[in-house]
């Protein structure tokens, strides 16, 4: 139902949107967006390849714990870094299309997926990795939820 535009008096005409500078009062002005579609393309792939390589160089050092670098070390830093990177990518594609729930949680795995495998790197035990690993995931659902439920309708369209 479209609220009724102040006319000058005091009062209001049913039937029209106020507007505010051009656009419909209580909508928001998108900053624009300062890169084109073709910096956006690069960056979907270039982002999670470079993040995947700290990662994986995260988990090769962790492995070693300060030792020398042998070939299993860097093979696990390589597959470390491309297991993050092909997850990331496939999230940064299909997650968005998800209702904001299941974003939530696609997000939340990872993320708890992805601190577990580094922290039992550090030669923990295995139940303090995972008691470790469900605290952060619980706490990135949290966030992510919040951040969902507030930036999205149920159909997952972003309203801000």
Do not use: K
Not at 12 to 37: H, I, L, M
Not at 47 to 62: F, I, K, Q
Request: proline fraction near 6%.
């Amino acid at each position: 139902m479209a609220q009724a535009a102040p006319v000058p008096g005091g009062m209001s005409r049913p039937g029209r949107t106020p507007e505010v500078e051009g656009r419909a009062a209580g909508v928001r002005a998108r900053p624009p967006d300062v890169f084109d579609a073709r910096t956006h393309r690069v960056a979907h792939i270039a982002v999670p390849v470079v993040l995947g390589l700290v990662y994986g160089y995260w988990a090769a050092a962790n492995n070693r714990a300060g030792g020398a670098i042998t070939g299993w070390n860097l093979l696990l830093g390589f597959v470390s870094a491309l297991v993050f990177a092909v997850a990331s990518m496939a999230l940064l594609t299909l997650a968005p299309r998800m209702p904001r729930e299941v974003h939530a949680l696609l997000w939340t795995a990872f993320v708890g997926c992805a601190f577990g495998f580094i922290y039992s790197q550090t030669g923990t035990s295995v139940w303090r990795a995972a008691l470790m690993s469900l605290l952060i995931a619980a706490v990135t659902f949290a966030v992510f939820f919040y951040r969902y439920y507030t930036h999205e309708d149920a159909s997952g369209r972003r309203i801000r």
